[in-house]
């Protein structure tokens, strides 16, 4: 039976304010190696986010979420065409000490990406972003485009040395092996990818994104220890796979599986209610780390019913 998120997230509406109440600030972690330190739960910017019909509503819900103790703020040029962040910078103009900025640029062109970002601080309505991430790496020759010479990559690093960005990052929940390999190749400070207990990816599907089972890895196994090897901030997204796995697991277990993963500063959701916000708010004030076991069991359920089992056994399995 299909479960809405709404009745999916009531079941912790009473235990949520019971946290909200009893604890005063979401807990906060170290992003990397750039130093920055931030909430364990970020606002996302996304189609969710472009849900809320009125403007002054979201505004409101953007405000809700930074006086409950959300730190870190994540968008992208290609919500909405700019909209999401026009609509983020009418907030940054008043409250943007103390938040953590983070936008995305899909182009991969650099004159183009030079154009879209410039419109971005306006459209932000600040004079620099925290961190700028490169949107949505899909494949080897999505790679190759970034890293030209004319590239979105070049334009980053300049950004970057001009003080425009504090930092620069990479994005993906479409291939982990790509990904792993610009992590390799490249002097990312973060990196954002899909992190989830089903240990699946996601790709362009009718009506948005699906859960990739056809991945033979997973960010977790592939990507992710590249990440915390050059100690770079990593934020994970995808947490409930794009409503997939609503309904199969509590919320805060699927929230507290990706942070508990090693190397994890952060999660970050998409809030197109007020309650969702009041939810997700309390359970990261809540959160606890998950045991190594009961994250495996968890995981085990997830991708058996997600059919991504096999690939899980695989991408850890040694003959001997």
Known sequence: MKISRRDFLGTA?????TALAATD???TRILGRTGARVSILAMGGGSRFLMYPD????????????DLGITYMDTAYSYGNGRSEERIGKVMKTRRKGIFLATKIEARKGDEAQRILEGSLKRLQTDHLDLIHVHSLTDEKDLGEVEAPDGVLKVLL???DQKVTRF??????????????ALERHDFDCTQMALNAARAGMQSGKGGMVLNADL???FEDVALPVARSKKMGVIAMKIFAQEALVGQAPPEKLLYYSLSLPGVTLAVAGMPKFE???QNVALAKAFKPMPPAEMRQLSAGLAARNKVALDRFFSTHVDA
Do not use: C, Q, Y
């Open 55 to 66: 403007e002054d509503k979201a505004l409101e819900a953007l405000n809700r979420a930074f």
């Open 276 to 278: 969702f916000i009041d």
């Open 158 to 160: 300049k950004l970057r």
């Open 13 to 17: 509406a009473i235990t949520g304010a």
């Open 25 to 27: 600030a979401i807990p």
């Open 168 to 181: 620069i990052g990479i994005t993906s929940h479409t291939d982990p092996a790509v990904l792993k390999m």
């Open 216 to 218: 033979k890895t997973s």
